[in-house]
């Protein structure tokens, strides 16, 4: 390949990494480029050389694309977890699509038709949790997003993205810190105690903030929920979490209760879900309900049926399709989540359920050993997808129907392979934007025995 470190090329960005980064080609070899859109003509600086790519950056916009849009508001606050964001919302939804179609046939090795993907008609303050870092700037409390591969805060004061009641919880922060004085923590130096703000909203805008520090100890701090209470209407709860560590996980292990209720309540379709301050539910609330609903009518439950759910989380899916038959079975690897769902099925009035605690690739196999077997499947996996032993363990019970819900369309397509080279075939695959604006797609897949 004909190019080094520091050459600048100009070339059209002809797609999307799986992290949202611009693609174009140099003689057939790929270069990624952060902040470039499909169409756009550009003149790149090479930055890295690998064996299989090049990594650039743009350093001038020749010709945008014409797909390109803007905004009222400032997009660079946002920071990176939106690549997309200034593409055209429709062409947006082509590219998940054609991405899911692509993966399948690449990867597995399945050609089934796609169907289009279900966006959202207002793309914007669809975020349900928000994790924002702290910190200072010309003496000020600032709270917005990291810049790219940075410690860096880019300010912000109002995020789209988010319901507006958690962008006046943001300034309430802002504000007690510098009223107080609170000691913000330095991402360099490793001192100081506030670090994030993680908010979680209710469909009634009730809301839940949790205030992560790196110690328990933390002054002035029922003077925050006083302001919380006084100056945001909503704040129902009020936590402190402690992290001491650095690395990806904004919230540590140890929660405090400093205020309201401990948990906060709210819904997908008719049922309801307390959430407690570690709880995973999905952030948005209005595409988690179009995705739990084709995952259903895929399942096509009867009275008959006993349901194995998979990865079952706070048992979202499991009391989505509990009233269609005979009995769920959810297994679930985080304990917290286990009572969580227990409680939430006692919550909404639902006996034909039951939750198992334990790693599903290890458990599953062990209870049908047992005899507890089922005839049909919901698999609910992390992006690695499943392991090879729980597929094995699922083959082995060659249960008549399963429903795939992948937030991965690689290692969906990857699983999917197996599955259909032990005699499934795949019937029909829905998307659904549960994240516009960055590059990753959720799908239902529908599975059956041949």
């Known amino acids: 390949m004909n190019i080094d470190i520091g050459d600048i090329i100009e070339g059209e960005i002809i797609d999307f990494t799986h992290e949202g980064n611009g693609v174009m080609k140099v003689d057939g070899f790929p270069v990624f480029v952060e902040d470039a859109l499909i169409g756009d003509v550009i003149k790149v600086k090479i930055t890295q050389m690998k064996k299989s790519f090049a990594l650039g950056i743009v350093e001038s916009l020749e010709k945008p694309s014409t797909n390109r849009v803007e905004y009222k508001f400032d997009t660079e606050a946002l ?83 988010q319901p507006e009641v958690a962008d006046s919880i943001l300034k309430t922060v802002r504000d007690w810190i510098d009223k107080y004085n609170v000691s913000v923590y330095d991402r360099e130096t490793k001192e100081g105690i506030v670090r994030h703000i993680g908010i979680r909203t209710n469909e009634n805008n009730e809301s839940m903030v949790i205030l992560v520090t790196t110690f ?66 999905q952030i948005n609330r209005q595409q988690v309900g179009v995705l739990y609903g084709k995952a259903r009518e895929y399942l096509q439950g009867s009275e008959e049926d006993i349901v194995y759910d998979l990865y079952s989380g706070i048992g979202t899916i499991s009391l989505f399709v509990a009233g269609d038959v005979n009995k769920v079975i959810g297994i679930e690897s985080v304990q917290a989540a286990v009572k969580n769902a227990e409680e939430n099925a006692k919550l909404n009035g639902i006996e034909n359920v039951e939750f198992h605690h334990g790693k599903a690739e290890d458990l599953f196999p062990q209870m049908i050993n047992k005899g507890m077997k089922a005839n049909k499947i919901i698999l609910d996996p992390p992006r690695k997808g499943c392991d090879k032993e729980l597929i094995q363990a699922i083959l082995a019970m060659q249960p008549d129907r399963i429903v795939y819900v992948s937030c991965n369309p690689s290692t969906l397509a990857r699983d999917l392979k197996i599955l259909v080279e032990d005699g499934y075939s795949v019937k029909k695959v829905q998307p659904v934007d549960m994240f516009p604006h960055s590059a990753h797609i959720e799908c239902a897949c529908l599975i059956e025995k041949k």
């Open 216 to 281: 328990s100890t933390l002054p002035n701090k029922f003077q925050l929920v006083h302001m919380l209470v006084k100056d945001c209407p909503g704040v129902v709860s009020v936590y402190q979490n402690i992290n001491p560590m650095d690395g990806k996980f904004t919230y540590g292990r140890q929660y405090i209760h400093l205020f309201g209720k401990e948990t906060l309540t709210d819904y997908i379709g008719d049922l309801q879900f307390k959430i407690s301050p570690d709880s995973f539910f």
């Open 79 to 161: 920071g990176g977890g939106v690549p997309l964001l200034g593409y055209s919302y429709d062409k947006q939804l082509e590219w998940k699509r054609n991405k899911v179609i692509q993966d399948l046939h690449r990867i597995g090795g399945v050609d089934v038709a796609v169907n289009p993907v279900i966006g959202m008609g207002h793309p914007f303050r669809y975020r349900n949790h928000s994790q924002v870092p702290i910190g200072k700037f010309d003496g000020k409390a600032i709270t917005g997003y990291y810049k790219r591969k940075s410690s860096d805060i880019v300010p912000m004061e109002e995020d789209h993205l």
